[in-house]
């Protein structure tokens, strides 16, 4: 089991209802990221937090999505409103330091819109 | 823009043996990390190994090593004596300005 928590795992909902990812890193862990990955293609960065700053959100689509990591510990991604192509695994990594520490995964959610 | 590119989408490669994955990557920036990363599929992605740009040696954990060639701009993953657990999506990635961008990964499947 990945030490970064993620939860759900799977989230089946309809198109234009809102969802919301929770993400917990390995303790210590300074930066947490968000990606997004579509079947079949490597993961894209959408959110970087430097502890509860939001360090790089040049990909998140601001209109329909938000991050936050208020205590710079656990983060919640949100989705509103969810469309048909956000259907994706979204992944939460954490490193001890930005740069070229190795970015540890949690399991991930997978994603379905209907 | 930096950019990573895995151009075998999948391979196969028989039990005990050895397999290489290729990656090549761009950049005009002397300082910069590159990564190889494992997905199973329940998802998880599993880190392998790291080498720096500026590291004389090419990086080497367990059965994984890193053929590091930079005036080629590529960091070829070899797995030794592949086993059936070997089976996933590999990932190259390169970081570079806080960033990690992933290539398109390559699926290894081991057959007994």
């Known amino acids: 089991e990945a030490e970064v928590a993620q939860s759900p795992r799977y989230k089946i909902t309809e198109k234009s209802q809102a969802v919301a990812f929770w993400c917990d890193p390995i303790s210590g862990h300074a930066t947490l990221y968000w990606y997004r990955q579509i079947l079949g293609q490597g993961p894209e960065l959408l959110v970087q937090f430097q502890d509860e700053s939001v360090v790089d959100d040049s990909q998140l689509p601001k209109d329909r999505f938000s991050a936050e990591r208020l205590k710079g510990v656990d983060s919640t991604l949100k989705i509103q409103p969810a469309e048909l192509g956000d259907s994706a695994m979204y992944l939460c990594a954490s490193s001890a330091q930005q740069g070229y520490q190795p970015q540890h995964f949690g399991d991930g959610t997978r994603l379905s819109i209907l | 823009a930096q950019k990573i590119t895995q151009t075998q989408p999948g391979m196969f490669v028989q039990e005990k043996e050895a397999v290489t994955l290729d990656c090549t990557y761009d950049t005009s920036d002397p300082s910069y990390g590159l990564f190889w990363y494992k997905q199973p599929s329940s998802g998880e992605m599993i880190f392998l190994i790291y080498?720096?740009?500026?590291?004389?040696q090419n990086a080497t954990e367990g059965r994984y090593s890193l053929n590091f060639q930079k005036a080629r701009k590529s960091a070829n993953l070899v797995i030794s004596a592949s086993q059936l657990g070997d089976s996933a999506m590999y990932f190259c990635?390169?970081?570079?300005?806080?960033?990690?961008?992933f290539g398109a990964g390559t699926t290894v499947t081991v057959r007994a």
């Open positions: 990635a390169m970081s570079f300005d806080y960033k990690l961008s």
């Open positions: 080498q720096g740009s500026y590291d004389q």
